[in-house]
T-cell receptor, first 113, second 116 residues
Framework: NAGVMQNPRHLVRRRGQEARLRCSPM?????VYWYRQLPEEGLKFMVY????????ESGMPKERFSAEFPKEGPSILRIQQVVRGDSAAYFC???????????FGPGTRLTVT | AQSVTQPDIHITVSEGASLELRCNYS??????LFWYVQSPGQGLQLLLK??????LVQGIKGFEAEFKRSQSSFNLRKPSVHWSDAAEYFC??????????????FGKGTHLIIQP
């Protein structure tokens, strides 16, 4: 049973470009969470999605960031017009309906040059 | 709003010695509590969790944690550490209602260094 998959593992973007991060949850999991880990800080919750629905986006920056979890395919975290401050590790987690445990992927390390 | 405090940024322990990592939370009720471990360049692995019942919970890799309501604490312990335990440890809480998971609130982590 494969774990949570994230790709790419490393992503380099120039300022002003778009970054698209993908997350495939564990088999049987229909809930996806995105977190950001900035240097010297812990993980911060960004957004919680179920298939085709955003449940909680209280941690998402109001501009440039968006997330989706379509009926088919992986969840996507999209960052438009990236800035140097967006450089961080972005982790996705998934959970099964009715459970509290979240299982994390290996992360995507975004570097903005 | 809830918060999680891990007072120790770095801890150094000799191999074979015992370990205790501290975690305190701030929340009006008892949250769902978790400890995760992160090795360099890797994702997070769930070590153990507390939801209710017995306040001493066992996890993977020989770790255990004790929930103390009076102190709002959930400290992680291991009787004898191994060099492979060197990693970053995160305490986290889920304060959402219901049986499903909500966004976790994490502490800033404790970096564990093992001395030979």
């Amino acid at each position: 049973n494969a774990g949570v998959m994230q790709n790419p593992r490393h992503l380099v973007r120039r300022r002003g470009q778009e970054a698209r991060l993908r997350c495939s949850p564990m088999k049987g999991h229909s809930h996806v969470y995105w977190y950001r880990q900035l240097p010297e800080e812990g993980l911060k919750f960004m957004v919680y999605l179920q298939k085709e629905n955003i449940i909680d986006e209280s941690g998402m920056p109001k501009e440039r960031f968006s997330a989706e979890f379509p009926k088919e395919g992986p969840s996507i975290l999209r960052i438009q017009q990236v800035v140097r401050g967006d450089s961080a590790a972005y982790f996705c987690a998934s959970s099964r309906t009715g459970t509290k445990e979240q299982y994390f992927g290996p992360g995507t390390r975004l570097t903005v040059t | 709003a809830q918060s999680v405090t891990q007072p120790d940024i770095h801890i150094t322990v000799s191999e074979g010695a015992s370990l205790e990592l501290r975690c305190n939370y701030s929340y009006g009720a008892t949250p769902y509590l978790f400890w995760y471990v992160q090795s360099p360049g890797q994702g997070l692995q769930l070590l153990l969790k507390y939801f209710s019942g017995d306040t001493l919970v066992q996890g993977i890799k020989g770790f255990e944690a004790e929930f103390k309501r009076s102190q709002s604490s959930f400290n992680l312990r291991k009787p004898s550490v191994h060099w492979s335990d060197a990693a970053e440890y995160f305490c986290a809480v889920d304060t959402g209602p219901g049986g499903g998971a909500d966004g976790l609130t994490f502490g800033k982590g404790t970096h564990l260094i093992i001395q030979p």
